[in-house]
Nanobody, 121 residues
Framework: QVQLVESGGGLVQAGGSLRLSCAASGSIFSINTMAWYRQAPGKQREVVAV???????NYADSVKGRFTISRDNAKKTVDLQMNSLKPEDTAVYYC???????????????WGQGTQVTVSS
């Protein structure tokens, strides 16, 4: 059973910083992409940042220059460093990993439970 557990959310003032972490556990053969998504109240879930197993990274335009995604393959973790936070960054942030739990099976998408980030003005 694969599980993703996030940590690091909280309340911060505008202009502040937070670091989110996500760790995968369970039977994992390989991890393709790791990503962070977010969902604000009344809005659809949107991708924030994605990093593939080659180290290629993509960011949403709204966070470019402020957020940094990184991964540690040995530890099976993905982090999101968030700087210069704005009230519009307020959302529940979800970790996502596309991975194989064993050799020969198709990759599947797994989600964390979400962590709340609130940025006050």
């Amino acid at each position: 059973q694969v599980q993703l557990v996030e940590s690091g959310g909280g309340l911060v003032q505008a202009g502040g910083s937070l670091r989110l972490s996500c760790a995968a556990s369970g039977s994992i053969f390989s991890i393709n992409t790791m990503a962070w998504y977010r969902q604000a109240p009344g809005k659809q879930r949107e991708v924030v940042a994605v990093i593939d197993n080659g180290g290629n990274i993509n960011y949403a335009d709204s966070v470019k220059g402020r957020f940094t995604i990184s991964r540690d393959n040995a530890k099976k973790t993905v982090d999101l460093q968030m700087n210069s936070l704005k009230p519009e960054d307020t959302a529940v942030y979800y970790c996502n990993m596309v991975l194989r739990f064993m050799f020969g099976v198709a990759p599947r998408s797994y989600w964390g439970q979400g962590t709340q980030v609130t940025v006050s003005s």
